[in-house]
């Protein structure tokens, strides 16, 4: 598990690869830009399966669904890659999207390879990344973690992306305490508009004795909503 490189504000935050090889050579720099071609240094570096994002796939806290990742297919120059080390930021753990199934168009060779476990023929099609595995992977994905660098709030964009607490109408909204509260509010608008309406009748279903004393400024005169009928109170009684 990488950070990712994409500038791009709705792509994913991170990369994933499945672990080939470790190497580490000795090697000499020969170049014409070489200061000491005699000089041995020494390298380390992974040799790497990458895997791509599931295109038109969303996920996210606004989604509820985890991250889908998918090797990506031979015939891609990037398929398979060399990576420095010091660039992994963590092991990660997927999970086979077995109603998905397996395949064999990902890498196209039903002989021995390193690719593959020995034995096997055919690749899962696709895998979740949990990102529930530990605490330290979730607030990975959610941000916020104490040392971490925070891809997932790094502008307003991929927050939404991701599944921020940005709300974002046009987006589905599975959280079921997001629409629990939604409906709450809805429904409470709905009374105050309704008791609106009806505060709206109540001085005009007074009688004109009633204005004449509010409008001389009697304080005992005024009707408060605590005395009377029920009829005359018919616009004060939710206040």
């Known amino acids: 598990m990488v950070r990712s490189p994409e500038s791009d504000p709705k792509a994913h935050p991170f990369w994933y690869a499945q672990v ?3 190497f580490h050579a000795i090697v000499t720099h020969s170049g014409p830009r070489s200061r000491n071609p005699h000089k041995q240094h020494s390298m380390h570096f992974l040799w790497v399966r990458w895997f791509g994002v599931e295109p038109g796939y969303r996920s996210g806290r606004c989604y509820a669904r985890l991250p889908k990742v998918g090797f990506v297919p031979d015939n891609d120059p990037y398929a398979f890659g060399f990576l420095d080390p010091s660039f992994v930021i963590r092991g990660c753990h997927l999970i086979p999207a077995f109603a998905s199934g397996k395949t064999s168009d990902l890498l196209s060779t039903d002989g021995p390879t390193a690719a593959r476990i020995q034995g096997s023929v055919s690749d899962w099609a696709n895998f979740y990344v949990s990102i529930f595995v530990d605490r330290d992977m979730f607030f990975r994905h959610l941000g916020g973690g104490i040392g971490h660098t925070d891809p ?8 939404q992306e991701e599944g921020s607490d940005i709300e974002d109408n046009s987006k589905p909204r599975n959280d079921a305490r997001y629409c629990a509260t939604h409906a ?3 429904q409470d608008s709905d009374d105050s508009s309704h008791n609106s309406d009806s505060d709206l009748d109540g001085p005009e279903a007074r009688s004109d004795d009633d204005s004449t004393d509010d409008a001389d400024g009697d304080e005992n005169d005024i009707d408060d909503g605590e005395n009377g009928t029920d009829d005359e109170n018919l616009g004060y009684g939710n206040l």
Not at 152 to 159: L, M, N, R
């Open 20 to 22: 080939l090889g470790i």
């Open 184 to 186: 709450e509010f809805e």
């Open 152 to 159: 997932i709030h790094a502008d307003s964009a991929k927050s």
